[in-house]
């Protein structure tokens, strides 16, 4: 599966983006799926989740601790895409963010090594 990912931008701290990943090449419900981000200078971190359509924990989402109560993941199958909306944004936000896949999921979630496709990143700045 091929992933791109976009909507990312420049946006005022306290403001709103939402980002799409669009995936082509397999159905992607029978994806899990998640949003990582990576800072300049920093490692990639785990951002959210969602588990794959069809399974016992359909609609399942994740979060990390510093995103929770501000961002939202979710999916729309019929559109082979996945959303993270970012509310409440902070100047700490700011990174390229990357969707990631994989074929229906499992373990934690919130692990590089979990997935086995990448999208290209779009990058969120965020200012004060």
């Known amino acids: 599966v091929q992933l791109q990912a976009f909507g990312g931008g420049l946006v005022l701290a306290g403001g709103s983006l939402r980002l799409a990943c669009v995936a082509s090449g397999r159905t992607f419900s029978s994806y899990g799926a998640g949003w990582f981000r990576q800072a300049a200078g920093k490692e990639r971190e785990f951002v959210a989740a969602?588990?794959?359509?069809?399974?016992?924990?359909?609609?399942?989402?994740y979060y990390a601790p510093s995103v929770k109560g501000r961002f939202t993941i979710s999916r729309d199958d019929a559109k082979n895409t996945v959303y993270l909306q970012m509310d409440s944004l902070k100047r700490e936000d700011t990174a390229k963010y990357y969707c990631?896949?994989?074929?229906?999921?499992?373990?934690?979630?919130?692990?590089?090594?979990?997935?086995?496709?990448w999208g290209q990143g779009t990058l969120v700045t965020v200012s004060s």
């Open positions: 990631a896949a994989q074929l229906y999921g499992s373990g934690t979630r919130i692990k590089e090594s979990e997935y086995d496709y």
């Open positions: 969602i588990a794959w359509s069809g399974g016992r924990i359909t609609g399942t989402t």
